[in-house]
């Protein structure tokens, strides 16, 4: 009898820590860097994710299940119970709201303030450029097309070279891009880790490349 | 004695109501779409902004002293006492957290993600395409350049054509893009008000332009 109150309550706390606790999914593709920005700092916060992997070449991105959740077509997706997000750095923001102790969204308005500013710098500058040379020099080549245009490359590579002089700028007496660790050093390394493949270099760069090889050094970094 | 008492204390007031309230400033351009999300926000909320307008053309933009502020010698940049805050849409949430009880970024966690999903989306698509098309038939005409370069504008296009249906889709049966008003709003609004000047036809899009007449009857619209 008491054996058997016992297993039932484990039974029943097995079975709410699957169905109550609801693991969070991350629709994710196999080479994504905005999909990794999510899982290095998933993994930083200790939370779990169920990855669920698309492949981009199979068509998963259209697919109409997929795309009733994203309409862009893009990952990386965040569903929470009914809760559906797009947007890597939406979903950055999110995740570290979940673990308020950690702070890597600052609690008070000015930090909160300074998280967005950056994000949104990165989005609208480094980040443009590093799309556009992503698109030129390996996905429009990876689909058969020309790719490769000068017109574009010489625009994104304007773009790096405007706006890396200022984070670099911003890390010469920081450890992190606002001081202590944000979701913002999670969006920028994701992306600046794999630079090189994208023929952008960094040795110019000393201070982002410090700061680089401190994300680097993170226990997760290679397998996340 | 009692009027000089009155006196006193009517002065110690006005003083204290401008040294201490300390009226924001919003170092804006003339014509600079991303100065009026932030005045058309600021209308909204009933928020006094002490606007510095600088000129481009006069090298405002990279005066020493202005650099120090914006490193990026871009605008808008706010300035609230001593706290300095760069990049639009970082600004538009930080002034939207000045009246809470307005709402327009929603208190709770995933209002608050959603509104990041939109501002970083139409970051990194439709504005950035809006973007790319100032630069080459606005900004590197007036500036003597070529400008006008096909690859660009086709680029440009392309991201238009692929997310723009997506809000339309959104606002089908919303009032607004979250369905109440938010700061999103502002920063889409103030972009498609100006989307004929780069020849970006929204006729297709009638969901987009019912919103947009939505926020054109904004009694401020005209003026901020």
């Known amino acids: 009898m008491y054996a058997a109150a016992s297993l039932d309550t484990w039974t029943r706390r097995r079975l709410s820590s699957k169905t109550l606790r609801m693991v969070m999914k991350l629709y994710d593709g196999r080479m994504s860097w905005n ?3 999510v899982r290095l700092l998933a993994a930083e916060l200790g939370l779990e994710l169920e990855r669920v992997a698309l ?3 199979q068509g998963d ?3 109409p299940a ?3 959740k994203n309409p862009n077509g893009k990952i990386p997706t965040l569903e929470d119970g009914d809760f559906v997000l797009w947007e890597s750095h939406a979903i950055l923001k999110y995740l570290a709201a979940k673990k308020p102790e950690r702070a890597l969204v600052p609690a008070d308005a000015r930090g ?3 998280v967005d500013q950056w994000l949104f710098w990165w989005t609208s500058g480094v980040e443009t ?4 040379l992503l698109v030129e020099r390996m996905i429009k080549p990876f689909l058969g097309k020309p790719g490769r245009d000068a017109s574009i490359i010489a625009e994104a590579q304007a773009l790096l070279d405007r706006f890396l002089p200022i984070l670099d700028a911003q890390l010469e007496a920081r450890e992190y891009v606002l001081g202590d660790l944000t979701v913002v050093d999670f969006a920028m390394g994701a992306q600046l880790d794999v630079a090189s493949m994208l023929e952008v270099p960094l040795e110019r760069y000393a201070h982002i490349q410090a700061w680089l090889e401190r994300m680097r050094a993170k226990p ?3 397998d996340a």
Request: glycine fraction near 10%.
């Open 66 to 68: 997929y795309l009733a």
């Open 112 to 114: 909160a303030a300074l």
């Open 55 to 57: 492949d981009f070449r």
């Open 35 to 37: 999909g990794r920005k």
């Open 129 to 132: 450029g590093l799309n556009l």
């Open 61 to 63: 991105y259209r697919a």
């Open 220 to 222: 997760y970094w290679k």
